[in-house]
T-cell receptor, first 110, second 113 residues
Framework: RKEVEQDPGPFNVPEGATVAFNCTYS??????FFWYRQDCRKEPKLLMS???SGNEDGRFTAQLNRASQYISLLIRDSKLSDSATYLC???????????FGGGTRLMVKP | DAGVIQSPRHEVTEMGQEVTLRCKPI?????LFWYRQTMMRGLELLIY????????DSGMPEDRFSAKMPNASFSTLKIQPSEPRDSAVYFC???????????FGQGTRLTVV
């Protein structure tokens, strides 16, 4: 089993739609998690940190289910500019080694 | 701070040649990571350093790859000899550690022909 698994997509959604991605992980010791966003031909950048049960930032909500070892990212009222690849990140080794999932590609269409 | 700085941005080389990628982490960050990204395999961790010491190099694909961090402000990833299957984008990232955010450089796009 991979350490961090994501559905690669692509998810094709119309503007204004709500879309959700899941990520499963194998390290039960991880204390917090991250969602990164990567635009085409650019470097990954932090979108949200996920502590305790979850986090919300505007149209973005991240939730954590420790019992089932999965993290989700919900995007409401999606915009064209949300089109990107979303990477789930799980820290290992006391939070010092970041392991990335394969990413989920989102395409928002007019 | 200027962020994580990588050079070169693009590198095209012939098979068999030595390639050296360079990285300057953010000042004060104790951890430095080298990742490789391809369409097929996604973002793979190659090696990471803590206070200039290599901690985990299990992701380094083979002996042709080596990485060094001679001081807190500089690291290199070397491929010798290079092969076409090494073509990828190589990212360097740094973080203070302890569940903190990692910051990435803009990457080096390597093409081996």
């Amino acid at each position: 089993r991979k350490e961090v698994e994501q559905d690669p997509g692509p998810f094709n959604v119309p503007e204004g739609a709500t879309v959700a991605f899941n990520c499963t992980y194998s390290n039960s010791a991880s204390q917090s998690f991250f969602w990164y966003r990567q635009d085409c031909r650019k470097e990954p950048k932090l979108l949200m940190s996920v502590y305790s049960s979850g986090n919300e930032d505007g149209r973005f909500t991240a939730q954590l289910n420790r019992a089932s070892q999965y993290i989700s990212l919900l995007i409401r009222d999606s915009k064209l500019s949300d089109s990107a690849t979303y990477l789930c990140v799980v820290p290992y080794n006391a939070g010092n080694m970041l392991t990335f999932g394969g990413g989920t590609r989102l395409m928002v269409k007019p | 701070d200027a962020g994580v700085i990588q050079s070169p941005r693009h590198e095209v080389t012939e098979m068999g040649q030595e390639v050296t990628l360079r990285c300057k982490p953010i000042s004060g960050h104790d951890y430095l990571f080298w990742y490789r990204q391809t369409m097929m395999r996604g973002l793979e961790l190659l090696i990471y350093f803590n206070n200039n010491v290599p901690i985990d190099d299990s992701g380094m694909p083979e002996d042709r790859f080596s990485a060094k961090m001679p001081n807190a402000s500089f690291s290199t990833l070397k491929i010798q000899p290079s092969e076409p299957r090494d073509s990828a984008v190589y990212f360097c990232a740094s973080t203070p550690g302890g569940y903190a955010e990692a910051f990435f450089g803009q990457g080096t796009r390597l093409t081996v022909v």
